[in-house]
């Protein structure tokens, strides 16, 4: 039987991250399946979407998943014994027009996790928010804001760079709503 069936979304996230590491390769968690990590589970996701940080050559990365037992299938990785798939969004690591400075890591027995903080997560959904007036994601921003120490500061700054003031001060009065 494959370890890989009784993998949690984030024991799974950290195998591959792992096994890509050992290869030279480094990729970064984003998108839905960090809300799910922030939002401890308000929000579910099973596209596991990890930044090819520095752009290495997508054929590494098959060769690895191939590997480790995983079939490509359009723009997604699956493996028969998960419900999640893995996608590779090619780099720079970024959320809106802003590079990422600071990651989170968690690890796990099968290695370590690399993520996006809790604030570059809520900039992240953010971004769909502002720019493509996505009401899922800025209830997914307000799930992670209300759970986890965030940097306000730094989010005000950031919303002012993307020309979003508006719609940032909405969010932060959605948020004191709740």
Same mark, same amino acid.
């Given at each position: ?26 990729? =970064? ?9 922030? !939002? ?7 596209? *596991?979407?990890? =930044? ?14 191939? !590997? *480790?037992?995983?079939?490509? %299938? ?6 028969? $014994? ?14 809106? &027009?802003?590079? =990422? ?13 690399? *993520?996006?903080? !809790?604030?570059?997560?809520? +900039? &992240? ?8 007036? $996505?009401? /899922?994601?800025?209830?997914?921003? *307000?799930?992670?804001? /209300?759970?986890?120490?965030? &940097?306000? &500061? ?6 002012? %760079?993307?020309?979003?003031? $508006? ?9 004191? +709503?709740?």
């Amino acid at each position: 039987m494959s370890q890989i069936k009784n993998m949690s979304m984030v024991e799974l996230a950290s195998y591959v991250c792992e096994n890509l590491h050992k290869n030279g390769i480094e990729v =970064v968690l984003s998108g839905g399946s960090c809300v799910e990590i922030y !939002s401890k589970g308000d929000y579910t996701s099973y596209d *596991l979407d990890l =930044v090819n940080r520095y752009n290495e050559r997508f054929f590494k990365i098959q060769t690895i998943m191939e !590997s *480790l037992g995983f079939k490509e %299938k359009g723009k997604y990785f699956i493996h028969e $014994d998960t419900e999640y798939f893995i996608e590779f969004p090619s780099g720079p690591l970024g959320v809106g &027009d802003s590079s =990422v400075e600071k990651l989170e890591e968690i690890r796990t027995r099968y290695g370590v996790l690399k *993520l996006l903080t !809790s604030t570059d997560c809520i +900039k &992240d959904r953010l971004a769909a928010y502002f720019h493509w007036d $996505d009401n /899922q994601s800025l209830q997914q921003a *307000l799930w992670v804001a /209300q759970q986890n120490k965030v &940097d306000f &500061d730094e989010l005000k700054q950031w919303s002012l %760079k993307e020309n979003t003031h $508006d719609k940032f001060e909405f969010f932060l009065q959605s948020l004191s +709503k709740n």
